[in-house]
């Protein structure tokens, strides 16, 4: 049997121990199950759970609700656990993305019981893979009622600034066709294959749109993150298929964004298969300006689609703030500061009025 | 039990038996066993059996000693079969690739008892797969003596004209990297497909050399039969492979080629994998010429690699003649016009002296 899991810890060694209940995306079960256990001991919470989905509110009356959320679930094992400090350091899978942020949630949950607004916490599952699997959108389905809010802080890695809004994202398939011909008399036929050359040439001269929204400035990105074509060794052959990923500034619709990628491959077979929106970054709405003003700093656009635009799309307004560099999400090396999660924790214990 | 092959049918009727014994590579010892039980009963012959190769021998003590060599094998199955007469053709799987040459082969074999010149006749096991498996191959290592004669037939599909030589073929790689970053942030990344576009624009700019060797024109083919390339769906790719086929004329040699190749893509990474040298068409030698004179016509260039090539580097002259158009030859509707299968036999049997 796992010990239970102690929230009595400093945040640092609670993140330790979390980062060390091993939760690749579909095994969260553990680590669910340890959390739920150790909010279950926390008087002033209402604790229920959904799947390996955890949610603890407060109910104080408050004039305010804020919804405080992190995802358990962590990107395939790289030869990187258990947990390492080394100096200013914590190393381990999950170090960064994202569970420093929920050892902050898990802090600020079993040790603020008069927050200043009323707080809902989840800690859900499946973050990492197929949105069908995402705890918030299985909770969004099942229990609307408990992602209410005036806003969301999502507490993925952000290098403790805020981070607004985020882009959207879109896959499409470009795709050339030919016809077939045995490679001896490669002229009868027409290769598909060569016919890409210019698909990747027009790719390749992309030039990114970096516009401002909200005082906030994107970067834009089309890319191919996929090619294959071919039959066999001596086949001439008729058909081959590029995957692009255009990532978009969230000043554009999710038409928006289909309408610009079939123009650029106009004259092409173009097939748009996947299309999240974007999210403005909404730092006009009071609650996140508020809470922008008490974080202190400047906030930076979010490049990366995360839940904060599910939470956009409900209405709420959100914003991602947490320790560690996003940019070390997924890598087998990746690490946070320790000052960084001690910050977290006392920035936002401070402004939820705790001591 | 399947009934005996029964060699006193027409050429015809035969081609439709031995059709209809399905022989996909590597499957082949249903139609061995029918051969071999079918040659064993020919006075005239000796017989030995290797693997799945079939060899029949006359020993009358000749000047002149003739290969004449058909493979028993084909591609996979394509609901093609079993055969079906329409008409003035007969179709199915194998027909013309090359159960139609085959059937000419034990026509011969059985009803030449006193050819004007030895023959030794070869029915062979995976000429359509690797060449570890082919039967002439294994055969040109465990009794090289077998293969040795001053003059070789293979009855591939030639339209019942002579093909003489036959061009090289080599494979390569050609690879382009760059490095990795998550698409959201794909400006801190560098593209590998996107600079396969140069490599594919050289491609579609080739112009194809059409020597002439001996009197035949042949014609060059440079080509992408591969491309691949991608990490993931959210990952700037850091590699891209394109693998090239190489079809040379035989007037350039293996080391010839591969620096042609490695000229081409100059300034990419480039790995030969594979490279098969032509046959020279061979027409001035004298037991070649001889038999062009007998069958009349003009002799074609083979542009597709055969074991032309490796009777050839065993120093044996050799052509290709058989029925059958050669550009039917693994398609999903092969036939072969039954008139030219009579015409194959009834010249092969006049040169060979026969009534």
């Known amino acids: 049997m796992r010990p239970p899991l102690d929230l009595a810890v400093d945040v640092v060694t609670l993140t330790e121990h979390l980062v060390d209940i091993e939760s690749v995306s579909r095994n ?3 680590i669910a199950d340890a959390v739920e256990q150790s909010l279950q001991g926390v008087g002033h919470l209402t604790v229920t759970r959904h799947g390996n989905t955890v949610v603890a509110r ?5 004039g305010e609700r804020v919804v405080i959320a992190g995802h358990l679930d962590t990107v395939p094992l790289n030869d990187n656990l258990p947990s390492r400090r080394e100096g200013d350091l914590l190393h381990g899978l999950g170090t960064c993305d994202m569970k420093a942020g929920d050892a902050v949630i898990l802090k600020i949950a079993a040790t603020v019981p008069q927050p200043n607004r009323d707080v809902t916490f989840i800690l859900y599952e499946a973050e990492e893979i197929d949105t069908a699997f995402n705890g918030l959108n299985l909770l969004s389905q099942s229990n609307p009622e ?4 005036d806003f969301a802080i999502l507490m993925e890695p952000s290098n403790g600034v ?3 809004g985020c882009q959207g994202t879109l896959r499409a398939e470009v795709r050339t066709t030919g016809s077939r011909a045995h490679s001896a008399r490669s002229w009868m036929g027409d290769n598909a294959i060569h016919k890409v050359a210019a698909v990747l040439a ?5 030039q990114a749109r970096t516009p401002d929204i909200d005082g906030l400035t994107y970067h834009e990105g089309l890319n191919a993150v996929f090619v294959s074509g ?3 060794g001596n086949v001439i052959p008729d058909e081959c298929l590029v995957e692009v990923n255009f990532r978009y500034a969230p000043d554009r619709s999710e038409e928006e964004a289909e309408s610009f ?4 491959f106009d004259g092409y077979d173009v097939r748009v298969t996947d299309n999240a929106p974007g999210a403005r970054p909404g730092l006009d709405v009071p609650a996140a300006k508020a809470f922008v003003e008490a974080i202190g700093g400047e906030p930076n656009p979010k490049f990366g689609w995360t839940d904060v635009a599910r939470f956009t799309s409900l209405g709420v307004p959100a914003v991602n703030y947490g320790p560690g560099d996003p940019l070390l999400a997924h890598r087998q090396d990746e690490h946070v500061p320790i000052a960084q999660i001690e910050d977290c924790e006392r920035v936002l214990r401070a402004w939820l009025g705790g001591v």
């Open 202 to 206: 027009r790719l390749d001269g992309y």
């Open 261 to 264: 990628v079939t123009d650029f």
């Open 230 to 232: 071919g039959v066999a």
């Open 28 to 30: 969260e079960q553990a």
């Open 58 to 62: 407060t109910d104080l009356g408050r």
């Open 162 to 164: 805020v981070e607004a």
């Open 146 to 149: 408990l992602l209410v809010g």
